[in-house]
């Protein structure tokens, strides 16, 4: 295989996987997802659209600057301030990318941009340029390209690309496409662009139909594909990333392709991706999901007893499920702590945040015996998760039973302040969160509250992901919702971080700027 057999993995979890309803990522938790994506081996991470908010922009900055390895992409709409604002923010990068769109369907033009074709087509020319002026490595979309009029489409493709694009991104934007129609518009552009350029798709999954789309995609031609890490993004979400990283790896065979990625550490992105979004990774989720390689019949156990491939198309090892090794105990000391960090891929860690992330360890190893490698990788992303957020717990104290109103009383910091507050509630959990919402003075609902396991046993860290959401849907007051995950071997302390990370998440998305894609 030469290097048109090549596959590039542009991963947009940091920029459409951020659209996803309730998720909202501060900058540490971003450039900690940005570079385990660099150690997963993507070619390109676009880094977030950076006129959406002065926070959007300085994360990408943030990971311009440090991450090494991708390219680094900015995404942009057309217009100069745009582009200007993902220029200056990728300006840092290694390899810097502009990533610029503007809609060409009808419906777009007429209701959302108010444009005619001819004017859609010289804004698009003009962003190209303007991007070209700041960078070498341009990527163009057609927003809503699947219900866009192929000719349109072919004259918009071919002036971007003589105007300088060197990717042009042909995007599913509403998933409305079907694979063999999606394969047809492809090969109908490729002919109709003559040029030397990168053909991208960009596929969502609206009718389930994202990764057999961007397949398709590839069997016409494509050569880098848009993708998310457990297929989060807008509404049904993105092409999941490794679902098409393992189909070109275990069906490569046949289509003759393959990818830089190194599909052993996809098990591991993926769950700091759940951990930090608050998105569950459902269990019976392709690749990633907890029983993606559970045999339940018997007549399969067998099989696979037997013979791993009787029922296995893949080995779990390829995908960085070896199980859990048991690396520290409680008496393992801080340099035994700082190793196992570092084959876990956080050798990055301020001294601040290896100081706290060491005394949860030792809370954990008074309460764990064994301490497994999922433990410490939850317990590092617990800690950095919360570590940049406005109100983060210092402590939190409950007391209840049979013949006593649960009763909890927590300690937060907020910038220089220490707030104490107390609240009675239905339950320890309900009166951890309610003291929480006293200290935070934030108002929220809550909409969902699950609570699963990091690994088995009677000790395991318990894992607890809740949903807030504010606002009646009415023109002046929005529904928003955010989710929060937290982990301890006590489920009420999880419980309580998991509320109160949603509630610093719902914070931000308040203050976030709405201009998104
Ligand atoms: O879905 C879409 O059209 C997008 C573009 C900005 C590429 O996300
Ligand atoms: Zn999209």
């Known amino acids: 295989m030469d290097e048109s057999d090549v596959v590039r993995i542009f991963d947009t979890t940091l920029r459409d996987g951020e659209q996803s309803p309730g998720i909202s990522l501060n900058l540490k938790e971003k450039v ?5 994506l660099a150690r997963l081996g993507v070619d390109v991470i676009e880094a977030g659209f950076p006129i959406a908010s002065e926070g959007e922009a300085e994360a990408v900055k943030a990971i311009a600057a440090t991450v090494r390895g991708p390219v680094v992409a900015g995404l942009a709409r057309v217009d100069a301030v745009d582009i200007d604002r ?16 503007i809609a060409t369907s009808e419906i777009h033009m007429r209701a959302k941009l108010r444009m005619t074709p001819a004017e859609v087509l010289a804004a698009a020319v003009g962003g190209v340029e303007r991007a070209r002026s700041h960078v070498g490595d341009v990527e163009f979309s057609c927003e809503d390209a699947t219900r866009s009029d192929p000719e349109f489409l072919a004259e918009v493709y071919r002036a971007t690309a003589a105007a300088g694009a060197t990717t042009l991104n042909l995007p599913d934007t509403v998933g409305y496409a079907l694979p063999d129609e999606f394969a047809a518009l ?3 552009l490729r002919e109709s662009v003559d040029r030397d350029v990168v053909w991208s798709v960009h596929t969502h999954d609206d009718l389930g139909l994202a990764v057999a789309n961007a397949l398709a995609g590839i069997e016409a031609g494509a050569r880098q594909v848009e993708v998310a890490v457990n297929g989060i993004g807008e509404r049904a979400g993105n092409c999941s990333l490794e679902e098409i990283v393992m189909a070109i790896r275990t069906r490569g065979d046949v289509r003759g392709i393959r990818t830089n990625v190194q599909s052993r550490e996809i098990a591991r992105t993926s769950r700091l991706v759940s951990m930090l979004t608050g998105y569950a990774v459902p269990p019976n989720k392709a690749i990633v999901g907890a029983n993606a390689f559970a045999h339940e019949a018997g007549i399969h156990q067998h099989g696979v007893m037997v013979e791993r491939t009787t029922y296995e198309i893949m080995d779990p090892v390829d995908v960085g499920l070896e199980g859990s090794r048991i690396v520290l105990g409680k008496h ?7 190793k196992a960090l570092e084959e876990l891929g956080f050798g990055n860690l301020s001294a601040d945040d290896v100081e706290r992330a060491f005394e949860r360890f030792k809370a954990l190893a008074d309460r764990k015996i064994r301490i497994t490698d999922v433990d410490l990788e939850a317990i590092v992303v617990d800690e950095i998760a919360q570590d940049a957020d406005e109100f983060e717990l210092i402590s939190i104290q409950v007391a209840g039973g049979t013949h006593m109103s649960p009763t909890a009383t927590v300690r937060l910091q907020h910038g220089d302040e220490v707030i104490d507050e107390s609240a009675i509630g239905d339950g320890m959990i309900d009166a951890a969160c309610g003291a929480i919402q006293r200290a935070t003075g934030i108002e929220a609902r809550l909409e969902s509250f ?8 009677i000790d395991a860290l318990g894992d607890v992901t809740i949903v807030l959401a504010t606002g009646d849907g009415s023109g002046s007051s929005p529904i928003r919702r955010a989710t929060g995950r937290g982990v301890s071997t006590d489920v009420v302390e999880a419980a309580a971080r998991a509320y109160l990370s949603a509630a610093n998440r719902l914070t931000r998305l308040t ?3 709405q201009v998104v894609a």
Do not use: K, M
């Not at 900690?32 to 385990?36: N, P």
């Open 186 to 188: 492809l090969r109908f």
């Open 32 to 36: 900690e997802i940005a570079e385990q």
């Open 332 to 338: 393992s000391g801080r340099h035994a702590f700082v």
């Open 450 to 457: 699950t609570v699963s396991s990091v690994t088995g046993g």
């Open 86 to 101: 993902a220029a200056e923010a990728v300006g840092r990068a290694e390899r810097p990318r502009i990533h610029t769109f």
């Open 511 to 513: 203050a976030r700027d």
